[in-house]
């Protein structure tokens, strides 16, 4: 009979709560709060009772939505599951075209409704989280630490999520948000903790953190800048936008894929590896780190103060400058090409068949047997200084000039740029 009455209350609370009803049967929470004590001390197994009806125990703090509500998780199972980490939980209604922004001293998820269940597009879930066990008093007790506070502005457009909370404290605890497909998002935070943005399609997200990691995945953006002052930035899959990143530190910055007008990545003593890019203008700069570029496409500006630069294809412009390192890069097609050594070797990659005037700058010139190099040579500053064309003249140009070191002109082709190798 316990466990019927348990059902009941929960069946009539759920259904308040599925229609966006921000009322709530109180005595109905009374009564699980009484009955989950009574079974406490009792000899009967308490193992049966629904989670569901302990959730719905806590009542809300004064936040005064238009649609919300706070669940506490303090399950009593002893198995390991999502809803044992689960702390809190809120739901608010939005306008689909909307604004999160957020500054909370602990690690960020955010991700998209799932749209066959939000079809509408008009809901925010914002979820605590903790590593810690759900029935553990240490995990519950951290809902009074952080202090979580939720603005809602009345026209359902702009959600600010901020915490009371002093400096210095750390907590296994994550903030789950999930978002309408449109809604941007700002992210401030001078604590350390990383932050994820998964399948987005906003118009602006602008992140800056002192210190943590910065995951972006499946991303299309009309801008994108995050900026990390001690910490790497990763996106998986499709990076879209005009893009600007900047990984302070020893941060690194890894992509898969960008696309956009403007592309700018900036590290300090990180690496930069990004595999495919897709940009009218890109700028890449780094002061102690290797930059690792794939598929290039468009009009590429790259600088470095001590490292290398792979460029694996290269299709479209490209202008290079390094202090201290050396340049490796497949040429497929071009226009201009302008590349700049202070100490390093610089490796040419190229078709066979490439067409392309060519001038070549350094104290020794090393050429392909398969390869055309029609040039005459003359001294350039104690230097030898080649100028002519790759198997004839062509509309592309190439400059490659080091101070100190050494030229390599080799045939490649577009098989050999994958790197495969056969046993």
Not at 64 to 87: C, D, M, Q, W, Y
Not at 340 to 367: F, H, Q
Not at 390 to 404: D, E, F, M, P, V
Request: aromatic share 6%; with cysteine; glycine share 8%.
């Amino acid at each position: 009979m316990f466990q019927c009455v348990i059902s009941r209350i929960v069946t009539q609370s759920c259904a308040y709560f599925q229609c966006g009803i921000s009322r709530r049967t109180f005595q109905s929470d009374k009564m699980i709060r009484k009955l989950f004590h009574q079974t406490l001390l009792s000899q009967y197994s308490h193992r049966g009772i629904h989670r569901s009806a302990i959730m719905l125990v806590a009542v809300t703090r004064g936040h005064k939505p238009v649609v919300s509500k706070r669940l506490l998780s303090k399950s009593i199972t002893g198995e390991s599951s999502f809803a044992n980490r689960l702390i809190e939980k809120w739901i608010y209604e939005v306008e689909p075209f909307g604004k999160l922004d957020i500054n909370v001293p602990f690690d960020v998820e955010i991700s998209t409704l799932n749209p066959q269940e939000y079809p509408e597009m008009n809901k925010a879930l914002i979820t605590i989280l903790t590593k810690e066990d759900g029935q553990n008093d240490k995990a519950r007790s951290f809902a009074d630490i952080y202090n979580l506070k939720i603005d809602l502005c009345s026209d359902k457009k702009n959600l600010t999520v901020t915490t009371d909370m002093a400096d210095g404290i750390v907590l296994p605890v994550t903030c789950s948000i999930k978002l309408p497909l449109k809604f941007d998002v700002r992210v401030r935070n001078k604590q350390p903790c990383d932050v994820s943005i998964k399948k987005t399609e906003c118009d602006d997200i602008d992140v800056v953190l002192t210190r943590g990691d910065c995951l972006l995945k499946n991303i299309k953006s009309g801008k994108v800048a995050v900026e990390c002052g001690n910490g790497s930035i990763t996106s998986d899959a499709l990076l879209q936008g005009n893009i600007r990143l900047k990984a302070a530190g020893k941060g690194c910055i890894k992509g898969k894929r960008f696309q956009g007008s403007t592309v700018e990545c900036i590290t300090e003593a990180g690496d930069l590896h990004i595999d495919a890019v897709y940009a009218d203008k890109s700028h890449f700069y780094s002061c102690h780190g290797d930059i690792h570029l794939g598929s290039c496409h468009g009009s590429t500006d790259v600088k470095l103060d001590t490292g290398n630069l792979i460029v694996d294809t290269l299709n479209g412009d490209l202008s290079a400058a390094i202090d201290d390192g050396n340049i490796d890069i497949f040429i497929e097609r071009h226009d201009k090409v302008d590349l700049s050594c202070g100490e390093g070797d610089i490796n040419l990659k190229c078709r066979k068949d490439l067409k392309s005037d060519i001038t070549v700058i350094a104290d020794s010139v090393a050429v392909d047997d398969d390869i055309k190099f029609d040039h005459k040579t003359s001294s350039h500053a104690g230097q030898f200084k080649h100028e002519g064309f790759l198997t004839s003249q062509g509309a592309g140009k190439i400059y490659a000039h080091t101070r100190k070191g050494t030229v390599k002109i080799t045939c490649h082709n577009w098989l050999s740029s994958l790197g495969l190798k056969f046993d």
